[in-house]
């Protein structure tokens, strides 16, 4: 049932093109949904891709823009005059509006909203260009029903039907007082079954959740979902009615936020996706790898300053990347499982229980890896006493890694820094260099070289 | 106006229920939030959650019991008889009861069942607990508005409000034909403006895309993203309607999706919560780590059988653990990329171009980070051959960590394995042993030891 882009329509699609049979593409895409017309923007090249913008109604066009990657789209919109943009921007919901004009340059925004017909619709906008990206205010669309407290069911309903048009999807029926100030909400249900001639003040409920312009989009997510809120209106200083946000526009923004922390544990510093360009990417990736290779130097000098171990006992220096990387994948482990207990906010109890349990968790499995080190040991014949020192420096190394990995993005997450920074090569580089000092550390001191 | 759960509040509750003072503790709790209860649930014993449950009505409790977490709930559970749980389940959702049911005892679960007083729920849910989780048929509940393609407007609007008291959220209402077979779906707004003589068959949509009880949970959210939907019909393998998706369940599958991801780049293979048992933690945790101690000791290895370099290079030894480290940093990062182009659909192009930006892309990296290391070994007065080498060998080992990193995610999921499975300590762990190798190898080509 659902749609499948096959080749065939593709190579169709773009014979057509090149024929200019604008008539029969036309045939072939006025049924298609917005969501399909953007992969086809996006798998033809970006001239053929604006040709299809241009001939098709901006209806049709304005979701699928919405739905393209950022790049892609605008490079397509440069290739639109600014009456071409203002007519899909026309077609689109505030939220959504606001978010595609703050991508076009400072003085393209002004031409495209001069050219914008529909004036209510550019002053809202406008309005929304305002707030931060990243607050309630900059994901609100200004798309909602609202109704006064003072109106009659009757007067209400003729209202309600005439709103609805400019809204795709009701959710929820905000009641405001004269002033626009929030009240409360209406249910569809009473509003049907109430008397015709009672007020909407006589049926409206007066407890509804909501946010304020400047309230963070993550603590949006987390009332929306804790709720289970499908919509929530957004309010001014002023307590007035000024937008609401719906579920959809938070689940990308969930997605974005659950990236974002992959990303950072992978030692990604910006949000890039496969398809970046090469520069873009480099920036996103050499900061982390220079923090690898100066922890990998630190280690360098970890060990020259232990280089009289050389002669008696070698084999210590060729267990240092296992001891490192240990370090690094207990590191790695225990801060990703504190950075999702903070992210979902379900982090309960006491640190020092925390870190209890975590030395007894890392007790168990380094008992397990340290034995595993001692018949290796056996197996190629080292000396017992240095194989169990290594198992001991090598247990002693990941309980302090699992430590610094739990105590880490606590200390940041109180400190209003974003914890996820802890994860990857940050932990795995300042465990590398600790983790081979006390390796050596424990070494001298039990094998006294 | 967000709920505080304060520390005040919480001791007045804790110390109303030792003194059994059940009067006053409903006039404390009546009016919360169940999304509060339920964090209120999770903030005090479990005794005394028990107890909270027991008192307060089950409209109440349901749904706070739905926002816990599987172990506390299940403790929370033990506490109560069959006849108490089957209360909660009957002020469930079929989707939300069957899920819970699922996670009790078989034994349990037949008692329970059988002290549900609503049949028809009861039967409900029975059938969903048929379904395997992950698919539409265990994501879906039986709650919908259903009408039939037969019915008047007027009757339908009777209809509809009497099905409408069952659903918590109307979403969309779906119109069958008399075999119960999904035929489109009806807007409210086409519904209220409609001539009450006309016939549903005149105004309803005929074109709805809906999802098969076996379509994975993956698909489900991939679709709904996609297309923007609130709801998703679900038809069995005759297309007969048998229940819907709603987005709220899909925003915790996408999280959970993503969280998978997350855990398995950080090295823990289970969904684990940071509150899970050690027991629980081991298991997750101790395999990678195993794995990891295994990359290690094949470096042990390789390097023992490069110990002729030991007398006139020994500074090769020190660098191993830098070469390690950054043979895993450049392969975690292009496989992180990689798997999230995968995961949401968007890695375009050949195959080819991919290797092929990725090697330039490591080259630019590669040059920088040599460059780094040769200043270094200026400073610290290290022979430049040796320097060089090192440089050299370094850029060579991140260019094919890079190429692994891409390749390996690419492969695995071609054969339909989770790509996920490629970030995180197998990629470090492979690209360990086989940094050290390639290093040496270079190494002993150039310097001749």
Redesign the interface.
């Known amino acids: 049932?659902?749609f499948q882009l096959s080749d065939e329509l593709l190579d169709k699609i773009k014979f057509l093109i090149d024929e200019g049979n604008d008539e029969e593409l036309l045939l072939h895409l006025e049924e298609v949904?917005h969501?399909d017309i953007a992969e086809i923007l996006?798998?033809v090249d970006v001239e053929k891709a604006t040709y299809i913008v241009k001939l098709l109604n901006s209806q049709q066009t304005a979701e699928a823009l919405m739905?393209l990657?950022e790049d892609r789209r605008e490079r397509i919109l440069e290739g639109l005059s600014p009456k071409e943009i203002a007519e899909e921007l026309n077609e689109m919901d505030t939220d959504d509006a606001a978010d595609i004009i703050s991508e076009l340059s400072l003085e393209l925004q002004q031409d495209v909203i001069s050219e914008m017909t529909d004036e209510q619709h550019a002053d809202d906008i406008v309005e929304l260009l305002r707030y931060d990206e990243n607050s309630a205010g900059g994901l609100m669309a200004k798309e909602l029903v609202r109704v006064s407290e003072n109106w009659s069911v009757t007067g209400c309903m003729a209202e309600m039907?005439k709103q609805?048009e400019n809204v795709t999807?009701?959710h929820s029926i905000y009641v405001v007082d004269d002033k626009n100030k929030l009240k409360g909400r209406l249910s569809?249900?009473d509003l049907?079954?109430a008397p015709s001639n009672a007020n909407i003040s006589d049926i409206y409920i007066p407890a509804v959740?909501?946010v304020n312009v400047h309230t963070e989009g993550e603590e949006v997510a987390r009332?929306m979902?804790?709720?289970?809120l499908?919509a929530i209106p957004v309010v001014d200083e002023m307590n007035r009615l000024v937008g609401r946000i719906t579920?959809?526009d938070?689940?990308d923004f969930?997605?974005e936020e659950?990236?974002k922390?992959?990303?950072m544990?992978?030692?990604?510093s910006e949000d890039?996706?496969?398809?970046a360009s090469?520069w873009r990417?480099?920036r996103a990736?050499?900061p982390?790898?220079?923090l690898?290779?100066f922890?990998?130097?630190g280690?360098?000098y970890v060990?020259?300053s232990y280089?009289e171990a050389?002669s008696d006992f070698?084999?210590l220096?060729?267990?240092?990347?296992?001891?490192?990387?240990?370090a690094?994948?207990?590191g790695?482990?225990s801060?990703?499982?504190?950075v999702?207990?903070l992210a979902?906010d379900?982090?309960?109890?006491s640190l020092f229980n925390?870190l209890l349990?975590e030395v007894?968790?890392t007790l168990?499995?380094g008992i397990?890896?340290g034995t595993?080190?001692i018949i290796?040991g056996l197996i190629?014949g080292q000396p017992q006493l240095v194989s169990f020192t290594i198992a001991l420096s090598l247990l002693t190394v990941i309980i302090i890694a699992a430590l610094i990995g739990t105590f880490v993005p606590i200390i940041l997450d109180k400190q209003g820094i974003d914890p996820a920074i802890a994860?990857?090569?940050f932990i795995?580089?300042s465990n590398?260099i600790f983790g081979?000092f006390i390796f050596f550390y424990i070494s001298k001191t039990i094998l006294g070289f």
Chains 1, 2 share one sequence.
């Open positions: 049932m659902q949904h969501a996006t798998e739905e990657e039907r609805a999807r009701v569809l249900k049907l079954t959740d909501y009332i979902q804790k709720y289970d499908e579920i959809d938070i689940v969930i997605k659950a990236e922390d992959y990303q544990a992978a030692g990604i890039v996706e496969a398809d090469i990417l480099t990736r050499l982390w790898l220079i690898g290779l922890g990998g130097l280690a360098v060990m020259k280089d050389l070698v084999e220096f060729f267990f240092t990347p296992l001891i490192a990387a240990m690094g994948n207990v790695v482990q801060s990703a499982i504190i999702q207990g979902n379900n982090l309960k109890g925390r349990k007894g968790l168990i499995n397990a890896l595993l080190v290796f190629v994860t990857g090569p795995t580089t590398d081979i």
